[in-house]
Every structure is written in C-alpha cells, then in structure tokens.
C-alpha cells in the first residue's frame, strides 16, 4: 500500500459503509493493565454494559478483518477484539512454540481473557480456525459462553477416509512451501511494526502501512497447527447455543465440513450465507452482521 | 491521491478524442497491447469472477477464453496456492487495497502447473463501491524453480543444522550427567525439543524390575494402564520405535488410549528404547497434542538420542556402581564406615535444624571370633550377612545401619529419643542372639550395644566423632558389664561430657552408665 489518504479519526460509531482506515484507527484503544489483555492485544469498544461479543480471527490475518463488522454491534453490545499470539498487535515475544502446538494453547488464551475482562454469557464469534479455537475454549469451560457462532469453521482441513475435509497433506505442506516463497513479503511488512511494537504499540500500528501483519516464523507453525489439527472428536462436547455459519463456493471450508460441524453439535444451527469464499467478514460484512444479530437477538 | 483515483486511470478524461483512422488504429494498438502484453491480464468481480482476460494469460494458462469467464480466479489455483489465497492474498488485498509479487500457482489446462507472480488492484467505482479486481500475471517458472531449489536446499541446511545442534546439544548434557536421574533429565528435555514435543518421560528398569519413571511428564504413568505401558514393553522387545501417529491409530492399537489421549490433550506419542550394553533397559516416550507424521528423519533423530543416552547410561550406570562400591560393604551391602560418617553427619546437621534428637547404637558381636576360628571365614562371612540383614530388618526405614569394622555395626536412627533409641537397640540385641541359619547348634553369638542419644535441645554440641565415640564407650561398657545387653548414653552438658546412667526400667540386659 503506498496511496492512501485516512480521513482524520472520528470518535464514534461509522455511518452506513465504514471505511476500513478510520475503522481501524477510531476503534482501537489498546487495554492497559493485565498482561493478558497486552498479550493478545484486547481492544474494546461499544456499550460497556451491554452483552459482550468476542470477534476472534483466523489463519493469515489479525483482528483488522472484522473492521466492517463490529461497529454494527457497538450500540447494543460491549465489542472485544483480540489478536492471536504471533499476530497483529500481540506480544510475540509470548509464542511459547510448545503451547502452541496444539489449538489448546489458544483456547487457553481466550478462556484466559473472557476471565480477566469478567464476561458472561458472551457471544464469541470465530472465523475459520478460531472457530475451532472457540470450540475448545467451551468445551474446556463453558461457564462464561451464552453462544458462539462458527464463521466458515473446519475441525479438520486434510480428507480422511469417509470425511471430505477438501485437502491433502501434501496441499498443506504446498501452503508452506507458498509461505516461504512469500516470505518476503511478509517480513517487510512486520519490520515497521516490529521497529513500533518495541516501545508504543499504539504508534507503532497507526504509523505502520501493513495489514494482517503476522510474524513469518509464527504463520509457519500456526499454518501446521492450523491445517494439520484434527478436532472432529472435540465438536460434539459443546453444550453452548451455536450457529454455524457456512459460505457459498468456499474451497477452504467446503459446504459438507459445515453440514459436518452442525450435525456433531447437537446445540447447532447451520445457516447458509450468500457470501462466497472463505471471508464473509471483509466480502459481505452486512450479511454476516445480519446472520449473527438475528442469531443472538 | 486515492486507490479509485490511481487506478481507474485507463485514459485521461480531458484529453481530447482523436477522430477517424487515427483512433480505430490506436484502439488496435491498444487492444494489442492488452492482448499480447508480455504479462497475462485479468479482471474480476469483487468475489473474483474473471469478467475479462487477456490472450496471453490464454496462451500460458491452456484454457480458453470462454472457459476462464465467469470462473472464479481461486478456481485455477493449486489447493496449497488456494489456501494462501484466501487466508493471505484476499485478506490483505481486501484491507489494504493491493498485494504485490505474490507468488502462486496455477494449474494449466494440461494439469501442468504455472508458478506465477501476481500482483493485484482493488478498483472502486466513481461512487466508491468495489468495482472489481485487476489483476497482473508473471511467468515465475524460472524465478520460482531457482528460489524452490534455495528454499529446498535452505530447509535441508536447516534441518541438518538443527540435528546436529540437538544431538550436541544433547551429547554435552549428557555428558555432565553423574547419576542416571541427571541422565534421564537430560534426554527429557532433549526429546522434548528436538521433536517439539509437548512432554517428554524417561522410564528405567533396574536388572529385570518393572519400568519406572526417572525424569518428565508424570503423565506417562498415567497413561501406562491405558496402553502405553504395553507399547513400551513393545518397543523393548523389538529394539524399535513405536509410535501413534493420531487417535485412530491409538485406538486400532488399543480401544481406550484414544480416549485416555484425548483426554489429557495429546493425540500422538512415540516410543525410544534405551539400549545399554546390548541390554534394552528403558524407554523415553515423547508425547504430542497434534497428531504427528513420524518420517524416517524424526525417527533416525529419536534413534540417535536414545543411542547417545545409552550408552552414556552404562557408563553413568557403572560409576554409580563404582561410587556404591566405595560407600558400601562388599559383603553385607551394607554402608561402610566413610558412608556412614557422610550420613552420620548429615543426620547431626539436620537434628540440630530440626532440634530433634539423634541417636547412634553401636552393635559388637560376641562369638563371632570363636565362629570364625573354627568353622573358617566363609562360614564367618555368612554370619556376618545374616546379622547384617536382620539388623536391617528390625531397623526402622529411615535408620542408616553400617558394617563399621570386623563384626562391628553402627545404625544412625534420626529423630530418636532415648525411650525410642533404647527400644531399637533392644530389638539389635534380640535378632542377634535368634539361633543362626549357618552354624551349628552349638554356636552361638550375642550383641554388646552401646547406643549414644545426642538431643541438641540440652545445649550440648555433638560431632560425628563424639557420637561414634561415645557410644563405643557405651558399647565396651556392655561388654564390661557381661555382654548381650545395652548400655545407654546422653551428650547433654555444654561440655560434651557423656553420662551413662543406669537404665530406669531395670531391665537386667540395659542400663545405663553413671
């Protein structure tokens, strides 16, 4: 990105088609204080009293991708944004390669946060992997859960036997491979925020021009944790109201993995959204925000 | 300047059009130039539908132009290339606008695939709606051959690299290591990060014992019951590494260690036998919470490891026989006397933390000396086995009991007052004088006891010496007043005297000295 011209920051909720610049900038205020929420860097916004709603990210990106979507939430709802240790905001320093070697790491994490910020009965809404990463979350401890609602979820990325998960080991070790062969890429974008990250976190991610910045030797790991997990078995724990929402046309998370989740969660409703590909939160945030509202209405 | 401005300028507007022939020329020219580019050209929805390409990217791809309109743009893309595409490519295009020298693969129409560097523009209509994605392809089929043979040469340095760091790493743990427990702590905390394990055990049989765990994850032992007990047995029996590579195979091996895996978070385990002198004597198991492909490598790795832990065992394992050779008795195994002053003085260092008293008995036999002149030394050796081992048994757990000379034995007994220190020497004295298994009838031996109680609450101060010392008083005290009995003893004045009183409840075989 070399153009770009933001709009000077308005406080407040963004009118009708927020632009994802000032979304972005107006919405993040970095939460001091406990060593979790620095960790994952928590940001919170909208009604503090209101019903808290958790937008947790997936593979390859940060909590930049749910800009379109929760400033719909914030009248009603007290909005918590986290990045996922390695990305965006998140300490780095806190990728314990051992904890993360498996989902649980993150579930831990999350369980973690929903402590220290005391919510209850919270919607959590994960995309892709973190859908998964919700699920373990509830099913280690549901207390703190009123419902979630699983973006494009897939327990299991890689076909086995009668289960169609859409790949094989050898497209996973492909996507690492496309990871090297990127590595550039996105070394370049980490650098001006490693060079902020180090003193002020918050200049450091508004002077920076990067998206989705995810430490490269991270994204490796977590692209093996990720696709290389099989959470099938831990679908049908889950006692917590769910909605499964499935794209259209998603070669990542295809419709039979949906139908899979929603018939292993007994507590589950499938919704089959418009949107197609694998990222309804940046190409059909209207639709996803409508699913999600009329789900927790 | 914005995206919208930058990109949708394909003419500027202000310019005059050019009349006639002049314009038709140039709009071949300029079709040409889209058609033929020296790079393949596309356009696409805002969801990526190709809504115009041009006849280059045709030529490079195989596929007909009738065929890519209205295909979606991720749809000719290798799986691999798809998953980066729609967890990278599209998220940052989508936030930031643009992505740039994106290296991707397309499959051809003849199943070939085309590495490609892409490099793509959101576009927004006059209103500032999406109007589309444009997208510019490059041949990378050199560029990304030459980088493929890099990376693959970069990860096979690396990969040779952190082997050889590891099993250094690990060869100079190992070497450090004194006792099998710093051993097996060392190879845990290798295994665990050479193969980035989630917990690592190390298991050990002494001689044909059953396996225990020495160092790591009690978990292990949890799971022992549950099968990995049998897999270790397993992996001993055949010299191999057995591993579960995921669940379902937990449960093909065993119904049940699925469940106990998943219960505990691990899904994947492997097991190494410890080979010491050509002897399997144990196992490091190495568990996993993401199911785990075992290739030739890791497992040439877990081989290796457990063969440098190995052999470092018998060689940790001979010096603690060395070291138990130089503390111990060789016949009776019991502590011998530089033991004893060791422990002897650990014990008075401990009492006086704790202000609890220590008590040391001195047991001399008598007989013994006839037993030996007579029947010889071998059955004299004999005798002095069985005395060591009934010693040992009405010895309380705790109690050091060593053979301090010929047919001297010393116990140390910690946390002994004189009433518990008189009822130990007491039980000394009944196990010695029970008829003897390896003599005659006619032989007989009995025990002169002299037992020293030092309580550091009195004041006094003690010394290994002191203590030896005075209860060897106490025990020629015995023999003065007649052999078989117990003479008593207390280190209780400032100076370090020792009192011998007369013992209190008058039994004729114990007393105390004045």
């Given at each position: 990105?070399?153009?770009?011209d933001p709009p000077p920051p308005t406080p407040g909720i963004a009118e009708d088609r927020p632009d994802p610049w000032q979304v972005c900038m107006t919405l993040t205020t970095p939460v001091s204080g406990s060593d979790v929420l620095h960790r994952n860097n928590v940001t919170l916004s909208g009604?503090?009293?209101?019903?808290?709603?958790?937008?947790?990210?997936?593979?390859?990106?940060?909590?930049?991708?749910w800009h379109a979507v929760t400033p719909h939430f914030e009248a009603d709802h007290r909005v918590v944004l986290i990045d996922l240790v390695g990305a965006g905001g998140s300490d780095v320093t806190a990728y314990d390669p051992v904890k993360y070697d498996s989902l649980h790491g993150y579930a831990d994490d999350i369980l973690e946060i929903m402590a220290a910020l005391d919510l209850r009965d919270a919607v959590y809404v994960g995309h892709s992997v973190a859908a998964t990463i919700g699920v373990l979350a509830e099913t280690t401890d549901a207390s703190r859960f009123g419902a979630l609602v699983l973006v494009a979820?897939?327990?299991?990325?890689i076909d086995d036997d009668e289960y169609r998960g859409g790949f094989e080991r050898a497209d996973i070790e492909g996507l690492l491979d496309a990871l090297d062969a990127n590595y550039f890429g996105w070394s370049q974008t980490m650098a001006p925020l490693i060079m902020g990250n180090a003193e002020r976190p918050d200049l450091?991610?508004?002077l920076t021009d990067s998206f989705c910045t995810v430490d490269p030797e991270i994204a490796r790991h977590f692209a093996r944790v990720t696709f290389l997990s099989d959470n099938r078995r831990d679908l049908s724990a889950v006692r917590t109201r769910t909605l499964v929402l499935q794209c259209s046309d998603d070669v990542i998370a295809p419709a039979t993995v949906g139908r899979y989740v929603h018939e292993q969660i007994s507590t589950s409703r499938l919704v089959q959204l418009a949107a197609t590909g694998h990222c309804p939160n940046l190409s059909a945030p209207?639709?996803?925000?409508?699913?999600?509202?009329?789900?927790?209405? | 300047m914005t995206i919208a401005d930058e990109a949708s300028v394909d003419r500027e507007p202000d310019e005059p059009e050019e009349e006639g022939h002049d314009a038709l020329q140039d709009a071949d020219a300029f079709e040409e130039l889209f058609e033929d580019a020296p790079c393949g050209y596309l356009e696409t929805t805002p969801d990526g539908v190709i809504t115009r390409v041009n006849r280059t990217f045709e030529r490079w791809t195989g596929h007909a132009r009738e065929a890519l309109l209205g295909t979606n743009f991720i749809d000719l893309l290798n799986p691999s290339g798809q998953l980066f595409y729609e967890t990278?490519?599209?998220?940052?295009?989508?936030?930031?606008g643009e992505v740039r020298e994106v290296a991707l693969s397309v499959r051809c129409d003849d199943l070939r695939e085309l590495p490609i560097l892409v490099n793509a523009i959101k576009v927004r209509e006059a209103d500032g709606r999406p109007g589309g994605i444009r997208t510019v392809v490059f041949d990378a089929t050199e560029r990304q051959d030459y980088e493929r043979q890099l990376l693959l040469a970069r990860r096979d340095a690396e990969a040779s690299e952190t082997r050889v760091r590891v099993l250094q790493d690990a060869s100079s743990a190992f070497g450090v290591a004194t006792t099998a427990r710093e051993l097996a702590d060392a190879l845990v905390a290798s295994a665990s990060t050479?193969?980035?394990?989630?917990?690592?055990?190390?298991?050990?049989?002494d001689g044909t014992g059953p396996l225990e765990l020495i160092a790591g994850d009690v978990t292990a032992l949890e799971l022992f019951d549950a099968g990995l007990g049998a897999l270790a047995e397993q992996a001993i029996g055949s010299g191999d590494i057995v591993t579960v590579a995921d669940l379902d195979q937990a449960a093909a091996i065993l119904p049940g260690l699925d469940d106990a895996l998943h219960g505990r978070r691990l899904t994947a385990l492997s097991i190494a036998p410890l080979r010491t002198d050509g002897r399997v004597s144990g196992v490091v198991v190495s568990l996993f919470a993401r199911d785990r492909v075992f290739d030739t490598e890791s497992r040439e790795l877990q081989a290796a490891l457990a063969r440098q832990a190995g052999q470092v065992l018998g060689r940790v394992r001979l010096q603690e026989e060395l070291a138990h050779h130089a503390m111990h008795d060789q016949l009776t195994g019991l502590a011998n006397r530089k033991l004893l002053e060791e422990r002897l003085?650990?014990?008075?260092?401990?009492?006086a933390r704790s202000r609890r008293p220590v008590s040391v008995v001195f047991v001399d036999l008598d007989g013994f000396k006839a037993i030996n002149d007579s029947l010889g030394h071998r059955v004299g050796d004999d005798v002095l086995i069985e005395v060591a081992s009934r010693l040992r048994s009405v010895a309380r757990a705790g109690d050091s009991v060593a053979r301090y000379g010929g047919d001297e034995f010393v116990v140390v007994c910690e946390d002994a007052a004189p009433e518990a220190a008189a009822n130990i020497a007491e039980r000394f004295r009944q196990a010695v004088r029970r008829p003897l298994d390896s003599v005659p009838p006619r032989y007989s031996i009995a025990a002169s006891i002299g037992v020293a109680v030092w309580d550091p609450t009195n004041g006094a101060e003690a010394s290994t010496d002191l203590l030896l010392r005075i209860a060897d008083e106490a025990m020629y005290g015995s023999k003065g007043a007649g052999r078989d009995r117990v003479t008593m003893t207390t280190i209780d004045d400032a100076t370090n005297a020792a009192h011998t009183r007369l013992d209190q409840d008058q039994r004729p075989e114990t007393r105390w000295e004045h």
């Open positions: 990105m070399t153009e770009k009604n503090p009293t209101g019903r808290p709603i958790v937008f947790v990210h997936g593979f390859g990106c940060s909590q930049e991708m979820p897939s327990p299991r990325y450091g991610r508004q209207d639709e996803l925000t409508q699913a999600i509202t009329e789900f927790i209405r | 990278r490519f599209a998220t940052v295009l989508s936030l930031a050479a193969l980035r394990a989630s917990s690592a055990a190390v298991l050990l049989a003085d650990g014990a008075i260092a401990a009492a």
